[in-house]
């Protein structure tokens, strides 16, 4: 019985291996998806996802994580017309950056998905965008230039003002 119970713990840290792409064009959607059918799969899936999203500690948060994760993907790769792959992109994004994961080039890349899709998206998606590469990436000038943008699409005060004192 002891025996069995090692070898189900190896399978549960084996599935909790990320297995990712190693080049992110292959892995994160094109930047020209147009979202503008509501499908109500998607949302859905999105509202099954929420439910997992940031839920649980220690071993459970990071496999709630897992789960989001891949319903998120399931929206974007079987509903890429859906009008909520903006928000699945910001999600995805934060949860990249969460720590379950640390994985700020894909979490970047994310988030400038989810303004790409969604032009006029209420998520702070550019300015999380900067933040990442100010303190995460070391990217200063990608910094200030996605502060730039900040400054001259959001219309939050807050945002612009803190883009503004980055520069």
């Known amino acids: 019985m002891e025996r069995m119970k090692w070898a189900e713990e190896e399978l549960k ?15 994160v959607p094109p930047p020209n998806l147009k979202g503008d059918q509501n499908v109500p799969d998607a949302n859905k899936l999105f509202t099954w996802a929420m439910q997992y999203k940031d839920q649980g500690f220690g071993d459970n948060y990071i496999d709630n994580q897992r789960r989001a994760e891949v319903l998120f993907q399931e929206i974007l790769s079987k509903y890429p017309h859906s009008d909520k ?8 994004g934060d949860l990249y ?51 730039r943008e900040v400054t001259t699409h959001e219309t939050d005060p807050r945002r612009i003002a803190e883009a503004q004192k980055r520069i």
């Open 85 to 92: 792959i903006g928000d699945v992109a910001f999600m995805l």
């Open 97 to 147: 950056e969460s720590k379950a994961y640390r994985m700020y080039y894909r979490a970047v890349e994310y988030y400038h998905r989810c303004y790409q899709w969604n032009p006029k998206t209420s998520h702070e998606a550019r300015m999380r965008a900067a933040r990442l590469y100010d303190r995460q990436l070391n990217n200063r000038a990608k910094a200030i230039e996605v502060y």
């Open 13 to 27: 840290q084996y599935h909790r291996i990320l297995k990712h792409a190693f080049i992110l064009e292959l892995d």
